[in-house]
């Protein structure tokens, strides 16, 4: 009976431990990520793409995997993303691709380019088009892995301070406007300014800026830009697409199980749809409450600015193109899908927003 009874206590002693290492266990387990980010904390759009991405991992992976996301400055400044997730700082990011044209000439068409593609022609692009493979191959120099990580539509052209009724208007003007967009505009007479989207409100507001692109009407009114900047232009000629980039470092990708990595590729997926929906509901929620509540001009850009803008686009595009050997291969993908998808968007979207009268 008493060697029963030991045999018993050892038992339970025995699971009493079990207990007490399982959870200790699941610690050693859990891999705690950083995620660094190019926007103000909890913007809507990207700032909340970048959020969310975290909190589908954290969820999908049951714990597994958590990721503290970072505002731009927090770690490092807004611009400089994309060297401490490939040197190591960080093993996450969020971003935009055409921060990084300085450094590959390419990237930009990972963001959007001037009278390029639509959201969903752009998907289509990389998800189905190759445009996914060429990325991978884009930034593998700087030791990172890309995804798609959100969408905040079609852009708006810019806020400005003054009424633009053509070319003579905007020669001179401070404008800021970033990736190919705003190389059209330096070469259209302004003078592009890469200003951090947190500082843009104050650089306006001091006369830094004279008119600033930045998304559309669901971010920008976030940031209050309309309080100086009272004329909102479109079209969007300069960014037609609004891709966000999640990076993974390669090394702290290649370190992930497989079931791990299918949840990272699967959370950014979901949120490059979501996002996207989000935006749509947020820029129509947004557009009318700047012209309705904040009095803001909706204005389009006079034809003569939209036609030279055009004619700029394809001289630079050509000239990105001949920058490296990848730069073309990016470049030519990219143009032979819009080329071959613009027949069929013009018989059905455009056709049926003309048909529906909007």
């Not at 339970?12 to 859990?30: D, M, S």
């Not at 992976?61 to 970072?70: A, D, E, K, N, P």
């Not at 803008?309 to 001949?322: C, H, K, P």
């Amino acid at each position: 009976m008493k060697n029963l009874t030991r045999r018993r206590l050892a038992g339970g002693a025995l699971g009493a431990a079990a207990t007490v290492a399982a959870p200790a266990v699941a610690r050693a387990q859990t891999r705690r990520w950083r995620m660094v980010t190019s926007w103000p904390k909890r913007l809507p759009g990207p700032g909340m793409s970048a959020e969310r991405i975290a909190e589908r991992i954290a969820a999908m992976s049951g714990g597994r995997l958590q990721i503290t996301v970072h505002a731009a400055g927090e770690v490092v400044p807004a611009f400089e993303v994309l060297d401490a997730v490939g040197g190591g700082v960080v093993e996450m990011g969020h971003t935009a691709a055409f921060y990084w044209q300085g450094k590959q000439p390419a990237a930009a068409f990972y963001t959007t380019v001037p009278f390029g593609l639509t959201p969903a022609e752009h998907v289509a692009w990389v998800e189905a088009g190759g445009g996914q493979a060429l990325w991978d191959e884009l930034y593998a120099p700087f030791g990172v892995k890309p995804f798609m990580g959100g969408n905040t539509g079609v852009c708006m052209g810019g806020w400005f301070r003054t009424t633009l009724k053509g070319l003579a208007d905007l020669r001179g003007l401070k404008v800021r406007s970033l990736g190919l967009g705003g190389e059209v505009y330096r070469r259209l007479g302004a003078t592009p300014q890469t200003t951090a989207p947190g500082e843009i409100l104050t650089s306006l507001q001091s006369g830094v800026l004279d008119g600033a692109e930045f998304v559309g009407p669901g971010t920008d009114i976030a940031l209050g830009l309309y309080r100086v900047a009272p004329h909102y232009y479109g079209p969007g000629f300069n960014k037609p697409n609004g891709t966000g980039e999640c990076l993974v470092s390669l090394a702290a990708w290649t370190s992930l199980d497989p079931d791990l990595k299918a949840i990272v590729a699967h959370a950014c997926a979901t949120e490059a749809t979501f996002a996207l929906s989000e935006m749509e509901r947020l820029n129509a929620e947004a557009l009318a409450a700047l012209i309705e509540r904040h009095k803001v001009k909706l204005e389009t850009f006079p034809d003569e600015i939209v036609a030279a803008a055009r004619g700029q686009a394809v001289d630079i595009l050509a000239e990105v193109a001949g920058r490296n050997p990848l730069a073309k291969k990016v470049h030519d993908s990219y143009t032979a899908f819009r080329d071959r998808v613009a027949g069929w968007s013009r018989v059905s979207i455009r056709a049926v927003l003309e048909a529906r009268g909007a």
